[in-house]
Every structure is written in structure tokens, then in C-alpha cells.
């Protein structure tokens, strides 16, 4: 413990300024008061700054499009109904960002309770692009877009597979880029806590990957005479 | 340093969360150690593929859904600003609940009172009433006839119901009452079956109030009794 406070400290003098991150900034403050008054534009900004991260963290700590979807409308719905709670004393981010990493947790915890046997009705992401997502984009060659994209399955398949504690540090971390402090602050840990499972997710993230890529026992033909 | 020093500070040193001084020995150990550099350039290849995951597609659907639940939830926030909304919100809540409750009753209600109105309409012809002339008394069950009007015929006659008989005098004539009042037929019951001229005319001209059955004028007997002059008994 003797041991870890010089490194405690010295981790904060790092950034001095974090601590001046962690709180309300007077456009958050601006538009937490606009939304109590029930301003139409308010809300139009919260969504619109919003929606696309929370949902992109939503998805990676759920198993599927349907869940992270739901998991969305419960976040939203609690920030509006509980805006009047918030004190501006961490940033209106990772309020909204508590409260998502709080749902998914909840999600997923009655998700195996109750729904791992039932079988999804509603259409993917992919039939509900507009048509400026169905654009070809025509800046890479489509060798390179094929890997990319099969890159980033890749990584995707392997994030999903390692420990949730630790995804949700990793994904926290290096997706939504977040300091350590305001990761702590989402997941109510300390900050050794947080050091801790990042490392630990990035392990396992590692070894996930490389057992991806380990090579297939190819097919082995042993020559034999007609019969 | 050992490697295992070297690699706990990896993935902090990384997010440049290490002190000074372990950065500076952690990346002296990795210069020379090719183990250690190897696991420090995978975290950071690894790093920079996370970083370069595109933004999941969001659901066409889901912008729709929150875009409504905003405006939703604008409503619900206004109607709560002061106090005049929110009376305003709960009396128009509780109009519709009312609404709610009286709309799967107010059917069945309706068609059930033009049914009764429509079938009173039917039977309505059909119905016909005491009529009580005035009296606010209760109506009996049954009433005989009674004299009303005899006439200038001398001795007035005594009346009385047929079921009583008066045995001291001389003569007793049973009158038969039409439900309109008049002496329909007549038999001597004592007495001298011959009727007197003044009996006959007192008979012709006497008026009575018709026997009724629940209020309604119906056929009744009375007889009159009478003695050396003629009385009317009923």
C-alpha cells in the first residue's frame, strides 16, 4: 500500500488537469438546465451527441443489435427522467456513460436468465441503413476493404469473447477513449482497479486474437490404390 | 529488471500512465529485451486496431424511437414545470380516464336505454291506467257499486253489498250495475215480485258509481231494501 501511494500521486500529477475534466463544463451545465425547462432543442442535442456512442458502447457490451437497442431507449429514458439528479459533478459523459455500462450489466444479467432461448424477430442493422450508408466507398481498392472489414470482424469476435469486467475497461479505454479516472468513475472502481482490468482485458483480448490466428490443421490426404 | 517488471508496465505505459523514471527504465528494458518489445508493439498494434473499429450502423429504427421518446418525455417534463401545468396535466389525465372507463360502458349504456325507450314506445298503446278522479287514497283491491243519484222518489232507499240480507224488511230487489253506472237488470229476491210505478221510475232514474276490480269499472250488484215505503239497499 506504502508502495502503490507514491505511484498514486505521481499518476495524478501526470495530468493535473483531470480532476477539471471530471466535472460538468458550462455547456453540459447549459444544457442540463435547458433540458429541465423542457427546451425542444435540448433534447434534439442530446440525442444527436449521444446516441451513436452510446449505442456503439451499448453494442459491445451486449451480445446483439436487438439488445443494445433496448438497452438504449432504458439509458435514455433515465436521462431524461432523472436530468432534474444531476449535479454537474462529473461531466454529463460519463453520467450518461454510467448509466449505460449499469444497463448493459443489467441486460445481460436477465438476458441469461430469460431470453437465451428465444429467437430474434426484428430485422439487423444492415436493413435499415439509409442510402448514404450504402454508398460504395471507392477510396480503397477492394482487396483492402475486404480485409479491413475482415480485420475488424476479427477484433469484434474477439472482443466479444473475453470476460465482460474486462471488456468493458478495454472497450472504455481504447473505443471510447476515456481516462483512467472517468473509467473509474463509470464502473465505481478505483483507479488500480481500472489498471488492473485493462491490463487484463488487453491479455485476453491478446490471446484471443492470436487463437484466431493460429493455422488450421490442414486436410491431410493419404494416397491409397483403387479397390 | 526482469521481464515480468517490464510487462505489469506494458499496457500503462502505453497510456502513459507510468511515472517518469518507469518509463524511462521500462523503455531501456525493451530495447534490448526482444520479448518484451515484441508484447509492447502487439498491445500497440492491438490498440491502434481497436481505435480504428467504424462505428456500428445504428438502427433507423432506434433514431425514430428515441426521437419520440424525446418528445414524449418534453411533454411529461412541461407538464410539471409549475403548479398551474401540473393541475392542468392531472385533470386532463383524469378525463381520460374517464374517457377510458366510460367508453367500454358507454356502448352497452346507450343501447340499452334506446332498447328500453323503443320497446316502451311498442308496449305504450298497449297500456292503460286507474285513473283515481282526484283521489289520493290507496286504490282497494275491489269495491262494490254505490248510489249516487235516486232521484225524487220519496223515502230515500237503503244499499247494501248483496252479501248481506236484511230479513226484517218486506222487500229486497237485486240490481244488476253496468261498469257505466246504470242498473242493467233487476230481480226481486222478498217480497212482492210486483214493482210500484215510484219503485220502477226510482229504478230507471237511480245512478251509480260503478263496482271496480284494481281500479277498473266493472259489472256489480247491489240490492235495495225497503219497508211498508220501498228503501234502496245495496
Known amino acids: 500500500m506504502k508502495a502503490r501511494l507514491p505511484v498514486a500521486a505521481s ?55 436487438s439488445e443494445a437497442s433496448d438497452v438504449v431507449q432504458e439509458v435514455f429514458l433515465k436521462v431524461f427522467r432523472n436530468i432534474g439528479n444531476f449535479r454537474g459533478q462529473s461531466t454529463l459523459k460519463t453520467w450518461i456513460y454510467r448509466i449505460t455500462v449499469n444497463e448493459a450489466h443489467n441486460a445481460r444479467r436477465w438476458f441469461f436468465r430469460h431470453r437465451r432461448r428465444e429467437v430474434e424477430l426484428d430485422s439487423g442493422p444492415d436493413d435499415t441503413r439509409n442510402w448514404k450508408e450504402n454508398i460504395p466507398d471507392g477510396s480503397r481498392s477492394p482487396f483492402d476493404q475486404a480485409f479491413g472489414c475482415e480485420q475488424h470482424l476479427m477484433v469484434e469476435a474477439a472482443l466479444a469473447k473475453i470476460n465482460p469486467i474486462f471488456r468493458e475497461a478495454v472497450v472504455l479505454r481504447d473505443i471510447s477513449d476515456l481516462s483512467y479516472e472517468e473509467i473509474a468513475e463509470i464502473l465505481g472502481v478505483s483507479l488500480g482497479t481500472v489498471k488492473s482490468r485493462i491490463l487484463r482485458g488487453r491479455e485476453a483480448l491478446r490471446d484471443e486474437l492470436a487463437g484466431s490466428l493460429k493455422r488450421k490443421p490442414s486436410l491431410r490426404l493419404v494416397p491409397k490404390t483403387a479397390e | 529488471m526482469s521481464c515480468q517488471y517490464a510487462q505489469e508496465r506494458l499496457s500503462p505505459l502505453l497510456d502513459e500512465r507510468v511515472t517518469q523514471d518507469e518509463r524511462e527504465v521500462v523503455l531501456a528494458h525493451i530495447e534490448f529485451c526482444r520479448n518484451c518489445k515484441t508484447q509492447y508493439d502487439y498491445l500497440r498494434d492491438q490498440r491502434l486496431g481497436l481505435q480504428k473499429l467504424p462505428a456500428p450502423a445504428m438502427p433507423a429504427s432506434l433514431r425514430e424511437k428515441l426521437q419520440v421518446m424525446a418528445s414524449h418525455e418534453r411533454a ?43 320497446l316502451f314506445a311498442l308496449l305504450a298503446p298497449s297500456l292503460s291506467f286507474a285513473r283515481h278522479g282526484g283521489d289520493d287514497g290507496p286504490t282497494p283491491v ?29 222487500k229486497v230487489i237485486e240490481l244488476k250495475i253496468s ?28 245512478r251509480f258509481k260503478p263496482a271496480t276490480v284494481f281500479g277498473q269499472p266493472t259489472w256489480g250488484v247491489v240490492r235495495i231494501l225497503y219497508k211498508h215505503a220501498y228503501i234502496i239497499k245495496g
Not at chain 1, 36 to 50: N, P, Q, V
Not at chain 2, 80 to 85: E, S
Not at chain 2, 147 to 152: I, K, M, N, T
Open chain 1, 11 to 65: 499518476i495524478l500529477e501526470l495530468s493535473p488537469d483531470r480532476s477539471a475534466e471530471n466535472t460538468a463544463d458550462s455547456d453540459d451545465l447549459r444544457l442540463v438546465e435547458s433540458l429541465r425547462f423542457g427546451e425542444e432543442s435540448a433534447y434534439e442535442d442530446l440525442i444527436a451527441r449521444f446516441q451513436q456512442p452510446v449505442y456503439a458502447l451499448a453494442l459491445r457490451l451486449l451480445d446483439g443489435p
Open chain 2, 142 to 170: 275491489a269495491t262494490y257499486p254505490q248510489l249516487e243519484e235516486v232521484g225524487d222518489v220519496g223515502d230515500y232507499p237503503q244499499v247494501e253489498d248483496p252479501d248481506s240480507f236484511g230479513s226484517s224488511y218486506e
Open chain 2, 179 to 206: 261498469p257505466t253506472g246504470s242498473v242493467w237488470d233487476w230481480n226481486v229476491v222478498k217480497g212482492d215480485k210486483e214493482l210500484t210505478p215510484d219503485l220502477k221510475q226510482m229504478i230507471l232514474i237511480a
Open chain 2, 76 to 118: 411529461r417534463t412541461l407538464s410539471r414545470l409549475t403548479m398551474q401545468a401540473r393541475l392542468e396535466d392531472f385533470s386532463a389525465n383524469l378525463r381520460l380516464a374517464f374517457d377510458n372507463i366510460m367508453r367500454p360502458f358507454g356502448l352497452p349504456a346507450a343501447s340499452g336505454l334506446i332498447s328500453a325507450m323503443a
